[in-house]
């Protein structure tokens, strides 16, 4: 009975590590809709596995300390925190989501940043931030290519900047480029995952789905079929400490929603 204490406490510890771990990212059920049309948006939390590299769900992110916000064409901004639907059963299950209708055409950004200490062990900062694209038409069937408004950082203090429209043109063979940039500046030599919903990346460094970033913090990835993307991206700061944390830990995220046929590109 005596170690049923310590047995207590090793699992806490494990999981306080575990959930330390999560990524937040941001999901639309679209990345392409007509002017009008009602975009849900989800706001979600994974454990990425394998070194931080799968898509999986793993219980759901507190509201504390976020910030979650569509960014219009025009720049306007409008929050969706008190607009959020928790669809899960049980307090830890599920994600939130929200709907947001626009009537302007062009692209819109969903921006979201999570800053609070976490403990497994050791107080830890954890900073997070995620991204995901969509673009509002007139009409679906002649969407016109977008040129800029997605390539603009937004302030993250580590975040993933598309340099390509992440949207329109965006299928199967059309590269995307990004930047990561940590407080302003480019990073290289960091590692990005464009992590496939479904699949599996190899131990170590994955040749098909990772790529490291250049001296302009700039990496590049062609999808050869539709599907979500995940793409992710770890920093840690061993020497940002204060006397509530010890370290400081910064993950990125953006989604990228492939369709199988690039919606400028149809005819």
């Known amino acids: 009975m005596r170690s049923l204490p310590i047995f207590v406490a090793a699992c806490f510890c494990c999981c306080a ?27 979600k939390l994974g454990n990425h596995g394998n070194e931080h590299r799968d898509f999986k769900l793993a219980s759901k992110t507190t509201l504390d300390g976020c910030q979650l916000e569509v960014i219009g064409p ?22 939130w989501t929200g709907k947001y209708v626009g009537t302007a055409s062009g692209i819109y950004t969903v921006s979201h940043t999570l800053d ?11 900073i ?37 429209n992440p949207v329109t043109p965006m299928g199967p063979g059309v590269e995307l480029r990004v930047q990561v940039i940590f407080r302003g500046k ?3 030599g960091t590692k990005v995952s464009f992590i496939p919903r479904g699949e599996t990346l190899s131990k170590g460094m994955d040749a098909n789905y990772e790529r490291m970033t ?35 830990a910064y993950s990125a995220t953006l989604t990228v929603l492939v369709p199988e046929i690039c919606p400028c590109c149809a005819e």
Do not use: C
């Open 17 to 43: 590590s575990i959930v330390s771990a999560h990524d937040t990212w941001v999901e639309t059920n679209t990345q392409l809709a007509r002017t009008g049309d009602a975009v849900h948006i989800d706001l």
């Open 74 to 95: 025009d720049g306007k901004k409008f929050d969706l925190r008190d607009r959020l639907n928790d669809v899960g059963y049980a307090p830890n299950e599920g994600y």
């Open 116 to 126: 609070k200490v976490v403990n497994h062990g050791q107080p830890v900062r954890s």
């Open 128 to 164: 997070k931030s995620g991204k995901a694209f969509f673009v509002l038409s007139p009409t679906l069937d002649k969407v016109v290519p977008i040129k800029t408004g997605f390539e603009k950082p937004l302030g993250h203090a580590f975040e993933i900047v598309p340099l390509s």
């Open 186 to 188: 480019p990073m290289a």
């Open 214 to 248: 250049n001296e302009q913090g700039i990496a590049s990835f062609t999808p050869k079929t539709g599907n979500y993307f995940l793409v992710v991206a770890h920093h840690k700061s061993p020497d940002e400490k204060a006397a509530e944390y010890n370290s400081t």
